[in-house]
């Protein structure tokens, strides 16, 4: 089955408590449903979060094998509006460190973009892999798999998808240095409202899956390509899934991306 990002929020929110990790789905995409951040002349950027927010992502995996090699494996459609985006000013970010600054190098770049340079319809993209990656699972598979073992004691959970308390104050006022687009208002889902598209990475996933596998964490007892399956179905909405990023990037890079890392 296909789905769209607001199918899935949709969803999460109707079935309420059907389960413990339905529920913590729920939970998570409730928070990650913020209005849209982008600015008024952004008209690019904003006819590309409302064709992302309509173009289904694949959910429903069974088995997924280490290597992929057909477009249905991948969320394709995603990958191709990002690919044929018609603004001028674009970057993608190279994101490995799920403890350096990373979501902040992204709020910096927009807000100079933004405010410094003029256009309002910059588009970031985090191409994020290595640690970084286990930010894009939602907590469930955190907490079934204990990914807090590989994040580091620092994550006891994905604090990455808790949306601030800045997030909630006036917009309109830029300069708040306490405000939505200051440092206290760092978080996957305030960006994502801002146009940020988290790119996510079958390598990573397969890798991860097959270090759980090999130290016995795998309650289920799956094979490993069943557990890739898993954790690609538990990605936080509005993540794109291509089949690895560091062959995605030159994809990226030949579509006009700026590289940053």
């Not at 590989?150 to 994550?155: E, M, N, R, T, Y």
């Not at 998808?161 to 687009?181: L, R, S, Y």
Request: with cysteine; net charge neutral; aromatic share 8%.
């Amino acid at each position: 089955m296909d789905m769209t990002r607001r199918d899935m929020l949709g969803m999460m929110t109707k079935v309420g408590l059907a389960g413990v990790a339905l529920g913590s789905m729920t939970a998570q995409a409730a928070e990650a449903a913020l209005p849209p951040l982008a600015e008024p002349g952004a008209k690019n950027l904003k006819e590309l979060m409302k064709a992302l927010d309509r173009t289904p992502r694949r959910r429903d995996f069974k088995e997924v094998p280490m290597i992929l090699t057909s477009q249905d494996q991948w969320d394709h459609e995603a990958l191709n509006l990002l690919m044929h985006y018609k603004g001028k000013y674009k970057q993608v970010w190279d994101h490995t460190d799920i403890a350096g600054p990373w979501l902040n190098l992204m709020r910096n770049s927009l807000n100079c973009q933004i405010w410094a340079f003029k256009h309002p319809d910059f588009l970031v993209v985090s191409a994020t892999h290595g640690p970084a990656h286990l930010a894009l699972y939602d907590q469930f598979i955190w907490d079934k798999y204990q990914l807090t073992t590989l994040a580091g004691d620092k994550f006891k959970e994905n604090t990455f998808m808790k949306i601030p308390a800045a997030a909630h104050t006036d917009a309109k006022d830029f300069e708040n240095d306490a405000g939505v687009f200051s440092p206290k208002d760092n978080s996957i889902p305030v960006l994502q409202a801002r146009g940020v598209v988290f790119l996510a990475c079958h390598n990573a996933i397969f890798e991860v899956s097959s270090k759980l596998h090999e130290s016995g964490i795998n309650p289920d007892k799956l094979t490993v390509s069943q557990m890739v399956a898993e954790l690609t179905n538990h990605l936080i909405p509005g993540a794109v899934l291509t089949p690895g990023i560091v062959g995605t990037l030159p994809e990226l890079g030949f579509a006009g991306y700026q590289y940053a890392r």
